[in-house]
C-alpha cells in the first residue's frame, strides 16, 4: 500500500528535513575530526621530528652561509694588506702576513696566499721553498684547479733546467691547447721542452699557434712570433699590425729563459 504524498510544505516535514540535514553534519564533523585525531596520533610526532630537523638545517645553513662571507670578506682584507707591504717593499713582512694565512681554513685565500709566497720565494733566489709551496698546491685536492694549473706551469717553469723535457711535455702538455686559460705560458713552456729535445717540427706549430692566439696576452704572442720566425715558421699573419705591436722601432721581443 502506497504512502501518501507528503505535502512539502507542511511545517513538520519541513522540520524534519531540516533536523535530518543538522544530524548529517553532526556526523560528518564527527568523522573528520576522528580523522584528523588519527591522522595525529599516527603521523605527528614523525612530522614534528621532521620540521624540527628542517628547521635546524635551515638555521644551520643561514649560520655556514654568514661564517663563509666573514672569512671570505676577512680573507680578502688580509690579502689585500699583504700586497700592500709587498708594494711597499716590506717583503718579510708581507710574507709573514701571508704565511698566517696560508694556515688558516679559508680555503681560496690560503691557495692565494702559498702562490705569493712562492713568488716571493723566487725573487729571493730561494727555489727549494718555491718548488715546495707550489708542490704543497697541487697535491692539495682543496686548492682551485685554476690555482693548481697555474701553480703546476710556475713549478716546471722554476724546475725547467732540472727536470727531463719530457716530464715538462706530459705534465704541462695537457694545459697547452687552444681556449684554455693558461694556453700562452703552458704552450710556450712545452715548446721550449720540444726545443730542449731537438723537435723543432713540434716546437714550431705549437708556437705559432700561441702567436696568433688573440686571447693569449701580447707580451707572449710576441716572444713566440720572434722564436717560431728564427725556427723557419711564419706566425705573421699582418705586418703592419705586428709591427704596432712590435713599437715604433719594430723591435721584437727578447725570448725568455724559462
Known sequence: MALPPTDPTDKAVIRRSAEHDMFVREVDEAVRQEDVTSFARKYGLPIGVALVVILLAFGGYLFWDNRQEQQLEQGSEELIGALDELEAGNRDLANTELAALADSDNK??????????????????????????????????????????????????????????????????????????????AGELVAFAYLKQNKPDQAGPLLVAIAKDDEVPQSIRARTRQLAGLLGFDAIEDVEATLDELGAGGQPAAAPNP
Do not use: K
Open 108 to 185: 681560496g685565500a690560503a691557495a692565494m696566499a702559498a702562490m705569493l709566497r712562492a713568488g716571493i720565494a723566487l725573487e729571493e733566489n730561494r727555489t727549494e721553498d718555491a718548488v715546495a709551496l707550489y708542490t704543497g698546491l697541487i697535491d692539495n685536492s682543496d686548492t682551485p684547479s685554476e690555482l693548481r694549473d697555474l701553480a703546476l706551469i710556475r713549478l716546471m717553469t722554476a724546475r725547467f733546467d732540472a727536470v727531463e723535457p719530457q716530464e715538462v711535455i706530459e705534465r704541462v702538455g695537457p694545459l697547452a691547447v687552444p681556449d684554455n686559460a693558461y694556453f700562452g705560458s
